[in-house]
């Protein structure tokens, strides 16, 4: 090193490179069977738990149902007890089987705070996060979207704009912005429910980024690419393929127990798999079968493994992370130390 020249030298670099990605990317050891264990008490509000989300401060259910009333939406703690109705009166249109997704923005992009949407017909209703009901987000009637929708989640990403993604019974695949304007990405010709973004730096080089989305009937996992252009490739085949969740690079890294995969236990309960049973699993997508009780491991290329088994029927749900809860302080620490000595690079460079 030129003894003029003040920048860390390579290995020093490479040192800080490593410890970051062991933040990231946690130790890949062989996944045990995963068992869901209950997290809330069975039958909420009197009713069947089908849908499941992550508000921030609470987590939000909704129950099969139709109609006007306070019985088809409900809020937890995060401990998943003190159950109440949540949204008021809200009134929800007939949907597909009268499963209505439920789905809270994740505060990225332009989607602030931790409002709640849920799927009615082919409409999706906002609910600010204290409960108050904001209307129609999307009015599916008035040309906006084609089918009852089965899915909905945010690109937590960004390779979509850290925009709204959802899913239709007529097989649409669209992407929302904010104020609510949908574009289509694709169509699968078939329902499609399950939904997710494949992590940037994960396991599936090229389609890293892309949104892979689940089709029931036929089982096919299927991946859009996010360029314009929208390519859609058929991935692997999961029997019965319900909910879709990539498991996070890093998983458990905040060390807050509320990490972890949810899942609605049709008809009885919500259930949840700690992180710490996707050990190894890190970047593989977890398929559930809605008939077949199933938990499937999905891994690059196009291999499909079973890893558990609900004891009842798998319905909505996702994994709650590092991300959207408090990172974890020696991953910050390491880095801010990363961020000076770019800075100190740059300036001896200039």
Known sequence: MNKHDSTPSRPAFLKTA?????????????????VPAAFTPSNPLGGAPIGWSYAGNKFIGSILDNGTGQNLLYSTD??????????????????????HYVSSSINMGSFVGHDVYVASGNNIERISNAGVSMGLFINGSSGGLVGDVRGITFDAVGTFGYNMLVTTHAGNVYMVDSAGNPTLLAATGEDTEGLDVAPLGGIWGGKNGWLFVASEGSGTIRAIDFAPAHTMLSIATVPSAEELDFVPLNLGASGNPLEGLYAANYNKDVVKMDASQFAGLQGHII???????????????????????FTLQPEDGLFVTAAMLVPEPNCLALLALGAVALRIRARKRN
Not at 79 to 93: D, E, H, R, S
Not at 296 to 309: E, H, L, Q, R
């Open 78 to 99: 995060l401990t998943g007890n003190n159950i109440q109705p949540f949204g008021g009166a809200v009134t929800l249109a007939p949907t597909y089987g009268s499963e």
């Open 18 to 34: 490593v410890l970051l990605a062991a933040c990231t990317l946690l130790p890949q050891l062989q996944a045990a069977t995963i």
């Open 287 to 309: 398929v559930t079968g809605e008939n077949t009780k199933d938990i499937w491991d999905v891994s690059a290329p196009n291999t499909a493994t079973t890893v558990g088994a």
